[in-house]
T-cell receptor
Framework: GQQLNQSPQSMFIQEGEDVSMNCTSSSIFNTWLWYKQDPGEGPVLLIALYKAGELTSNGRLTAQFGITRKDSFLNISASIPSDVGIYFCAGQRGSQGNLIFGKGTKLSVKP | EADIYQTPRYLVIGTGKKITLECSQTMGHDKMYWYQQDPGMELHLIHYSYGVNSTEKGDLSSESTVSRIRTEHFPLTLESARPSHTSQYLC?????????????FGSGTQLSVL
């Protein structure tokens, strides 16, 4: 069953605004990842996090691995129209475990 | 740029037909995966493979089957398609060792069964 709770489910924002989304679980994960899926395409990896408390950036994107290892956050600064898509969090338990995905946050950006 | 390819991109077929969704990667990755994704929903793992001659069932039960005769090829087959099989099917692969969590996805096959 569903083990990752991702919120919000959808967001409508104005171009230039900052965006925050998060992912929580009742279980501990060793690795957190954030993927983006454009319409009609497969997900693409944005950021991978490996240590509790880790803060990692990729351009305008910043993600954090929660201290409790049960959550993660993704922030997008100064959004642009091409940020539109669905953002998925994913967690991995062991070093070779399969990923568990959240339901995604659908982002819409108005120019 | 990921070198993983899925065909067809779109498939509309009638109930009862046998279909095979193709997936190939040129990165030499051992581990490959099939995910099923309904609109607006999370990805559910239905099959994966550790390498040649290895196939495992994923978290979501599926009537489909897979084979892995060559490293680069991981086709998915439905013997008798039904409307409940209508969904997007995503293939992925991952590098070995410490980066195995970094999945590379194909563009997906959108399957519609009438």
């Amino acid at each position: 069953g569903q083990q990752l709770n991702q919120s919000p489910q959808s967001m409508f924002i104005q171009e230039g605004e900052d965006v925050s989304m998060n992912c929580t679980s009742s279980s501990i994960f060793n690795t957190w990842l954030w993927y983006k899926q454009d319409p009609g395409e497969g997900p693409v990896l944005l950021i991978a996090l490996y240590k509790a408390g880790e803060l990692t950036s990729n351009g305008r994107l910043t993600a954090q691995f929660g201290i409790t290892r049960k959550d993660s956050f993704l922030n997008i600064s100064a959004s642009i129209p091409s940020d539109v898509g669905i953002y998925f969090c994913a967690g991995q338990r062991g070093s070779q475990g399969n990923l568990i995905f959240g339901k995604g946050t659908k982002l819409s950006v108005k120019p | 740029e990921a070198d993983i390819y899925q065909t067809p991109r779109y498939l509309v077929i009638g109930t009862g037909k046998k279909i095979t969704l193709e997936c190939s990667q040129t990165m030499g990755h051992d581990k490959m995966y099939w995910y099923q994704q309904d609109p607006g929903m999370e990805l559910h793992l239905i099959h994966y493979s550790y390498g040649v001659n290895s196939t495992e069932k994923g978290d979501l039960s599926s009537e489909s089957t897979v084979s892995r005769i060559r490293t680069e090829h991981f086709p998915l087959t439905l013997e008798s398609a039904r409307p409940s099989h209508t969904s997007q099917y995503l293939c992925a692969s991952s590098p070995p060792g410490t980066e195995n969590e970094k999945l590379f996805f194909g563009s997906g096959t959108q399957l519609s069964v009438l």
